[in-house]
């Protein structure tokens, strides 16, 4: 149980393109979804938590105009980069809470997108 | 033995042989702590979690530890196998939801 689906895993795109990545829970209802950046041997850098119904809530140094975020169900989330540019090229991935479950518990992944502008 | 790479420490372990890996976290206010496998080209994969109440869990083959006096977390994987080489990665959470990741560690297990 607890899966969650990236599409697409790869993709290729010229500069100034904009892509859309979306993000599902497939077995469970997630009211809180988060997407993360990850450039080659480095952790996770959280880019910003998406809350279904609501306007996603970016951390700092991450630009909402450039980063936008659309949850519009409980089990799909959409991050869309827009006119990508070759610095965005990296691993975004995206993870999960379980809608219903109180307290802590471990956010459940993506098997992440590879992004490559040209 | 540990050696620091370009961004990435790695810690090599004999098949056969105990693992520990460790993580210094930041927050003393962090109340839950996760550990996390990465390999190549895919998602982190959950392993073991434990709540800042606790300062030892057990799970299958793996065991982790939490010193909050020294914001201290390891994981320990017993009798490493192949299928363990991957990028470990500890991540805290100061009563919030989201998670705060460690830098990683490269797990690479010779035969």
């Known amino acids: 149980g607890a899966v969650v689906s990236q599409h697409p895993s790869w993709v290729i795109c010229k500069s100034g393109t904009s892509v859309k990545i979306e993000c599902r829970s497939l077995d469970f209802q997630a009211t809180t979804m988060f997407w993360y950046r990850q450039f080659p041997k480095q952790s996770l850098m959280l880019m910003a938590t998406?809350?279904?119904?609501?306007?996603?809530?970016?951390e700092q140094g991450v630009e909402k105009d450039k980063f936008l975020i659309n949850h519009a169900s409980l089990t799909l989330s959409t991050l869309t980069v827009t006119s990508a540019h070759p610095e965005d090229s990296s691993f975004y991935i995206c993870?999960?809470?379980?809608?219903?479950?109180?307290?802590?518990?471990?956010?459940?992944f993506g098997d992440g997108t590879r992004l490559s502008i040209l | 033995g540990e050696s620091v790479g370009l961004h990435l420490p790695t810690l090599s372990v004999q098949e056969g042989d105990n693992s520990i890996i460790n993580c210094a976290y930041s927050?003393?206010?962090?109340?839950?702590f996760i550990w996390y496998k990465q390999e190549s080209g895919k998602g982190p994969q959950f392993i073991i979690d434990?709540?800042?109440?606790?300062d030892k869990r057990q799970g299958q083959r793996v065991t982790v530890l939490l010193n909050k006096t020294v914001k201290h977390l390891s994981l320990q994987i017993a009798a490493t196998q192949p299928g363990d080489s991957a990028v470990y990665f500890c991540?805290?959470?100061?009563?919030?939801?989201?998670?705060?990741f460690g830098t990683g560690t490269r797990l690479k297990v010779l035969a």
């Open positions: 998406s809350n279904e119904g609501s306007k996603a809530t970016y």
């Open positions: 993870s999960a809470r379980e809608e219903g479950r109180t307290g802590n518990q471990p956010q459940h």
């Open positions: 991540a805290e959470t100061p009563r919030t939801y989201k998670y705060i």
């Open positions: 927050n003393s206010a962090s109340d839950y």
């Open positions: 434990i709540r800042s109440n606790m």
